[in-house]
């Protein structure tokens, strides 16, 4: 059973568009993420919720905007795609946002054209 | 900002062999973790220390952590094929943001 899924896995769009990627966890974790990780391999927190509140919140262009309909999902929304955009998104979960052992999911590259 | 700094960038050894890495991080933390990831997977959790321990065992892994060098390593004893990964360390400072570094590219050739 996948403990924390995304989709789509591979994502190619054209700058300017809208997209969505989705996240969900069967762990019943209370906090989820996101995080962006660069064609250098840095991963960088982007967002984090807690019941579905926002906890944290990078410096991370308006253009994105995360979703969390419940502490199940957690659906990143990115309007006006830009080039620079094109990375592998990670969601996560843990249990508390005590920042204790996270749960990756699969990845899903991003390329922008 | 990145916080952990993995060293070296790549590593590569025989099977059989014991690889060691390094974490070297900025400000205070709480815990410092390690993960590996597979070449287009995602993260794998593989031990938590905690910032009053010092040293800790799982498996064939070995990670000490020393808070005064704001340093830690990961040792894999006897190295398989299948340990070729990407390793990264990651900080949560006191605030409890989690902080990855850019990680080390171990190869472990059969």
């Known amino acids: 059973d996948t403990a924390v899924s995304q989709t789509p896995k591979y994502l190619v769009t054209q700058m300017g568009n809208d997209k969505s990627i989705k996240c969900e966890q069967n762990l019943g974790h209370d906090t989820m993420y996101w995080y962006k990780q660069d064609s250098k391999k840095f991963l960088k927190i982007m967002f984090s919720?807690?019941?579905?509140?926002?906890?944290i919140n990078e410096t991370v262009p308006n253009r994105f905007s995360p979703k969390s309909p419940d502490k199940a999902h957690l659906n990143l929304h990115i309007n006006s795609l830009e080039l620079g955009d094109s990375a592998v998104y990670f969601c996560?979960?843990?249990?508390?946002?005590?920042?204790?052992?996270?749960?990756f999911g699969p990845g899903t590259r991003l390329t922008v054209t | 900002s990145q916080q952990g700094e993995e060293d070296p960038q790549a590593l590569s050894i025989q099977e059989g062999e014991n690889a060691t890495m390094n974490c070297s991080y900025k400000?205070?933390?709480?815990?410092l973790q390690w993960y590996r990831q597979n070449s287009g997977r995602g993260l794998v959790h593989l031990i938590l220390?905690?910032?009053?321990?010092r040293e800790k065992h799982s498996g064939r892994l070995r990670v000490t952590l020393d808070t005064s060098k704001k340093s830690s390593s990961l040792l894999i004893t006897a190295s398989r094929a299948a340990d070729t990964a990407s390793y990264f360390c990651?900080?949560?400072?006191?605030?409890?943001?989690?902080?990855f570094g850019a990680g080390t590219r171990l190869t472990v050739k059969p």
């Open positions: 400000t205070s933390i709480n815990n």
């Open positions: 990651a900080t949560a400072e006191n605030n409890n943001d989690m902080r």
């Open positions: 220390i905690r910032s009053n321990e």
């Open positions: 919720y807690n019941n579905k509140e926002l906890i």
């Open positions: 996560a979960s843990s249990q508390d946002p005590l920042a204790r052992e996270q749960y």
